[in-house]
């Protein structure tokens, strides 16, 4: 009997140590946590519009081209090559053969359609992805590794849109095996990392794919050194970022606080990571429906009274460049030529609110309106430091006689319901992306984020044309011509082009990001000491 125990307990022994061998090697290699600074609404693609979720999933899934991150040029991805005809109406995609999907599904034109007829359908509920794709209209399956898209209308930044997380390529088996809701925690792709699990509120987890040869040419083969786990977990509080990394709760880290970022900058064990992310500053939208602000005296008096430079001392610290047009300066097509236009002049600034008929009738140090202290309401959302630039431009307004009431809005929901009633001065609120075929969505009349309420027929004009526009000197000169106009009418008041400040701990090396400065290239990273 005791010797039969013995054995049992041999053979139980035996089947522990297999298991954590087995736990172990599912585990083994290196790992790294990864913090994210914000806890999006969902972490879909198709469906939801953060830039945060493109973190993680940049690298769970591949897009039919890529941006070469260096040079910005568009490169072969899932689609070995393209073509596109004389009149900008059909796109024809060569795709690369003997690719398959996490789970095993072959990567073939028919997955390409399944995607794209997901990301359309209006019950998928997509809030970025359908609309980066523009006038797309349907597609054509010339064989199992060729499709052709069809759109309504030349639509020139289908490339750029298709560079996008937003377009990744999902495998069909998973979107028809799980819904809408479902699939978020699912998630099955092509890329250099499988999805593992999604936890809300808590952690994203992403493993190696072993058998991963087929990325883009800027991806580099994984070695001995090269990550192959990766946590992400939710580090909300802007306080505990740097002391995640100096703690070692966290090897990479990104959006840290400026004078964070400043301390760090000397660690010997920490690399500071500052990217310059294209697309639209951090602004503020001027409401031109509304008084005071549907003078446009009163909109060039407000962006001369605010001290750009001051704001970017105080707070964020000369990391970011001061911002003097709709769009930043590392993005496509930016006229230079407005860099000091409404540079700070306070003088002009209470010149123009006179030529307004404002005037301090109580001397009270307010100008008055309609017998009453004249105030703006400004709507802040509570990221990328709003608060407090919002409080300093409430300062420095003040010494022009202007008072400004701050309206906080908890959540980028909240802010959309308070922007839809209308009434508001101004609205703190942007945008990224290498293309600035978003500039469309926020200054053309129909635009679904129109929330200067402009409508200027030439603006309209000069947008639609630099969309339909193949050539990329033609469409620099509409897209120049777009924000002058923008800047001459004073429908925003940019602030600093966003500069995400990303450190890392010594341990990790080759951490790059990719041509829209949010998503890192996970796969080219390694780690010593892991």
């Not at 047009?325 to 407005?338: C, K, R």
């Not at 509409?478 to 106009?485: F, G, S």
Request: charged fraction near 15%; glycine fraction near 6%; proline fraction near 5%.
């Amino acid at each position: 009997m005791l010797e039969k125990a013995l054995r049992i307990l041999v053979v139980l022994l035996a089947l522990m140590v297999s298991a954590c061998a087995s736990v172990n090697e599912a585990q083994s290699g290196n790992r790294i946590i990864y913090g994210l600074t914000l806890q999006p609404s969902g972490f879909d693609p198709h469906i939801h519009a953060s830039s945060e979720l493109g973190i993680p999933l940049r690298s769970v899934y591949d897009t039919l081209v890529y941006r070469d991150p260096t040079t910005g040029e568009f490169v072969a991805g899932l689609a070995s090559s393209w073509t596109v005809s004389a009149d900008g109406l059909s796109y024809t995609f060569s795709l690369k053969q003997n690719v398959k999907f996490h789970d095993g599904t072959m990567f073939n034109a028919q997955a390409v359609a399944a995607n794209l007829d997901r990301i359309v359908n209006p019950e998928t509920g997509s809030q970025k992805a359908a609309a980066l794709l523009g006038t797309f209209a349907s597609y054509e399956i010339v064989d199992d590794y060729t499709i052709r898209l069809i759109l309504s209308q030349p639509y020139s930044p289908l490339l750029d849109s298709l560079s996008q997380v937003y377009l990744g390529m999902a495998s069909p088996t998973a979107l028809n095996q799980y819904s809408n809701e479902r699939y978020q925690f699912n998630q099955v792709g092509t890329g250099p990392f499988r999805f593992v699990e999604y936890v809300p509120g808590d952690r994203l987890v992403i493993r190696r794919n072993p058998d991963y040869a087929w990325g883009p040419a800027f991806y580099t083969a994984p070695t001995a050194e090269s990550v192959d786990e990766i946590e992400f977990r939710f580090f909300t509080d802007t306080a505990t970022r740097a002391l995640a990394l100096e703690g070692g709760d966290a090897q990479i880290m990104g959006e840290l606080l400026p004078i964070d970022a400043r301390a760090l900058a000397v660690s010997q064990e920490i690399e500071l990571l500052p990217v310059s992310v294209p697309g639209q500053p951090l602004q503020f939208l001027l409401n031109t429906s509304i008084a005071p602000t549907n003078d446009l005296s009163v909109r060039r008096a407000l962006i001369l009274a605010t001290n750009r430079e001051a704001i970017i001392d105080a707070v964020f610290q000369r990391f970011s460049p001061v911002a003097w047009a709709p769009i930043a300066a590392s993005t496509a097509f930016y006229n230079a030529s407005l860099a000091g236009a409404y540079d700070y002049d306070p003088g002009q600034a209470r010149s123009l609110l006179g030529t307004a008929g404002l005037v301090d009738s109580d001397n009270n140090g307010y100008l008055d309106a309609n017998g009453a202290d004249l105030t703006l309401n400004m709507l802040v959302p509570p990221w990328g430091l709003i608060p407090d630039v919002a409080q300093l431009i409430q300062d420095q307004w003040r010494e022009v006689g202007i008072r400004v009431e701050l309206e906080t809005v908890p959540t980028r929901s909240a802010l959309i319901e308070q922007v839809n009633e209308g009434a508001y001065n101004l609205v703190a609120f942007y945008d990224f992306g290498e293309d600035p075929a978003f500039l469309n969505r926020y200054f053309s009349s129909d635009g679904t984020n129109n929330w200067s309420r402009v409508a200027d027929a030439e603006l309209d004009r000069v947008l639609t044309d630099a969309l339909t526009q193949a050539d990329p000197a033609n469409r620099a000169a509409l897209y120049a011509e777009a924000q002058r106009i923008i800047m001459d009418q004073a429908l925003v008041l940019p602030i600093r082009d966003y500069v995400n400040l990303n450190a890392a701990q010594s341990i990790v090396h080759n951490l790059t990001f990719d041509a829209y400065g949010w998503f890192p290239l996970l796969n080219n990273v390694t780690v010593s000491g892991g």
